[in-house]
């Protein structure tokens, strides 16, 4: 059975409406997106001010790489929708593909780029002293999050591609939901849960974000949506591949379409 048809036309029906229908989840998804740090940044400034530095320094960096990645995210989005309103299915699941393998890819990149490059980058920043270690340990972890972040960003962009925004959104309340209940139990410890610390903060961040990765790969691959992967979907095509950063500057035709 084909999957089914999600996400709402815009092509019909008063077009302000479509469009706020479509639009208040994206923006309450990014408003969410900031209560990670907002939830570090509270528990941790039960540790002290020099925790505080960690969260704040970090979200200077970890701020430029979600950029890029929601920049070639948007070009996978736009993309499939392009494909969808050229009723062009296996297109529409090959360019999904692409762009969850291309960004998974990059996401390793930038998360071994960070690792290495973690130390300079904090002395660049001028960290202080006294918060330079646990700032060094807080991004390392938050660098080894960045693959599950450009998955997710890459369902998400796949998602709103197909016309549904509200799916994105329920993960990311899922998973800030679970992040804030984490981040005491991590940091202060409880039970056979050691005290982590400033590390607690990150991991649970890190925990969160691969939670938010499987919910849309299994979303993408298993669940009855308007689009489905498969493996074989994944298997690298330079020819789209190239598109996906180029792909709101260009257009794709119906085949009912005669030029």
């Known amino acids: ?11 019909t029906g008063p077009l302000a409406r479509n469009l706020f229908a479509v639009a ?18 509270f528990w941790l400034g039960k540790l002290g001010k020099s925790a505080l530095v960690a969260p704040t320094v970090t979200m200077q ?12 995210g948007l070009g996978g989005s736009t993309l499939v929708s392009q494909y969808k309103g050229a009723e062009r299915p296996r297109e529409m699941a090959r ?6 393998t291309l960004l998974a890819v990059v996401g390793v990149g930038v998360m071994l780029l960070g ?18 270690d646990g700032t060094l340990a807080f991004l390392r972890w938050i660098m080894i999050g960045v ?15 197909l016309g549904d925004t509200v799916a994105p959104l329920r993960i990311n309340l899922i998973t800030v939901v679970l992040n804030a209940a984490l981040d005491p139990l991590l940091i202060f ?18 925990l969160c974000q691969g939670l938010s ?33 180029s792909a709101r500057c260009t257009a794709v035709r119906s085949p009912r379409f005669q030029p």
Do not use: E, H, K
């Open 1 to 11: 059975m084909p999957p089914r048809t999600i996400g709402r036309d815009l092509t």
């Open 24 to 41: 208040w989840p994206v923006m309450l998804s990014s408003l969410l997106q900031t209560l990670y740090n907002l939830a570090d940044s």
């Open 61 to 72: 960096i970890s701020f430029l790489a979600f950029a890029f990645a929601m920049g070639l």
């Open 95 to 100: 360019a999904g593909g692409q762009t969850l």
């Open 115 to 132: 690792l290495a490059l973690a130390r300079p980058m904090l002395q660049a920043l001028q960290t202080p002293a006294d918060a330079f």
């Open 147 to 161: 693959p599950f972040t450009f998955v997710f960003f890459v369902y998400s962009g796949i998602s709103t591609g």
């Open 189 to 206: 410890g409880f039970g056979p849960i050691p005290p982590l610390g400033l590390v607690g903060a990150a991991i649970a961040t890190c």
């Open 213 to 245: 990765a499987s919910l849309g790969l299994w979303r993408l691959f298993r669940s009855d949506q308007g689009l489905r992967l498969r493996r074989a979907d994944l298997r690298w095509d330079g020819a789209m591949a190239a598109r996906v950063p």
